[in-house]
């Protein structure tokens, strides 16, 4: 064998090493800026299970503290009227105030003097429901009647 064909022969066979070391080399780089990316998005996916996690635990208590002032408002200063005349309903209102019946039952009022009330407790950033802003408006537009339903046990069924 020539001597130029043993130096073709090793510059390929250096060639082919030298880019296989290389593409090792690179692949190394590569796969260390993906793994540490890796680690990356692991903290921050740790951290938004934190963050949601106490949202979680903020909005259940900013729920139940809102239940429970639902409850204590008749008793709580800022509520206008006899607790004895708001009856607590809790969905789609919290409270239907008879106000001044008290008083109408004791003799102490006229039935002019009765005021019908629909009451929802709201606490913090809290807003109406659409179903509540709905019953407002169809009280604001005065569709708000009363009706007598009489149940007959007596009747046998057809």
């Known amino acids: 064998m020539s001597i130029w064909m043993a130096m073709l022969i090793g510059g390929l066979l250096g ?3 030298a880019t296989a070391l290389l593409a090792n080399l690179r692949n190394g780089k590569i796969q260390a800026e993906y793994e540490q990316k890796i680690v990356q998005l692991k903290l921050e996916h740790q951290q ?3 963050d949601a996690q106490q ?5 259940s ?3 139940l503290k809102g239940k429970m002032a639902e409850q204590f408002a008749p008793v709580l200063p800022g509520f206008n009227y006899l607790p004895s005349d708001a009856k607590f309903l809790g969905d789609p209102v919290d409270y239907v105030v008879f106000n001044g019946y008290s ?3 004791e003799g102490n009022a006229s ?3 009765l005021e019908l009330v629909l009451i929802d407790i709201k606490s913090g950033q809290a807003r109406l429901t659409k179903g509540q802003q709905a019953i407002a408006h169809a009280i ?3 569709r708000v009647r009363f009706e007598t339903i009489r ?3 007596n009747e046998e069924a057809s």
């Open 103 to 105: 008083a109408f039952r």
């Open 15 to 17: 060639a082919f090493i």
């Open 140 to 142: 604001q537009q005065g």
């Open 111 to 113: 039935a002019d003097d």
């Open 151 to 153: 149940i007959d046990w």
């Open 48 to 50: 938004a299970l934190r």
């Open 55 to 59: 949202r979680s635990v903020n909005t």
């Open 61 to 63: 208590r900013a729920v």
